[in-house]
């Protein structure tokens, strides 16, 4: 199975800046589509960017699009999530996925 660590996370006001990590381990772990899904409490885990380990393949979420921006470091086995102009909606558990596997999440928390 793949091993993903997720961090980076914490309290940031809104409109600030914040990037997240997730390093990735395990068999055959480049074979995997990424992906970055968050959850808050009471509600459904949402799916928020995706990206390939491949080629420069990259999604965002329409509530997402224009402020997260997911990107990769083959060589760091590392995915990234940076985000900009936080909104207190954003507040969440973020979780790094390579399905059917899951990071054990990063909080981040966003302040008025």
């Known amino acids: 199975q793949v091993q993903l660590v997720e961090s980076g996370g914490g309290l940031v006001q809104a409109g600030g800046s914040l990037r997240l990590s997730c390093v990735v381990s395990?068999?055959?772990?480049?074979?995997?589509?990424m992906a970055w899904f968050r959850q808050a409490p009471g509600k459904e885990r949402e799916f928020v960017a995706r990206?390939?380990?491949?080629?420069?393949?990259?999604h965002h979420s329409d509530s997402v699009k224009g402020r997260f921006t997911i990107s990769k470091d083959n060589a760091k086995n590392t995915v990234y999530l940076q985000m900009n102009n936080l909104k207190l909606e954003d507040t969440a558990v973020y979780y790094c996925?390579?399905?059917?596997?899951w990071g054990p999440g990063t909080q981040v928390t966003v302040s008025s």
């Open positions: 395990g068999r055959a772990f480049s074979m995997y589509t």
């Open positions: 990206c390939s380990w491949k080629n420069d393949y990259t």
């Open positions: 996925n390579a399905e059917p596997n």
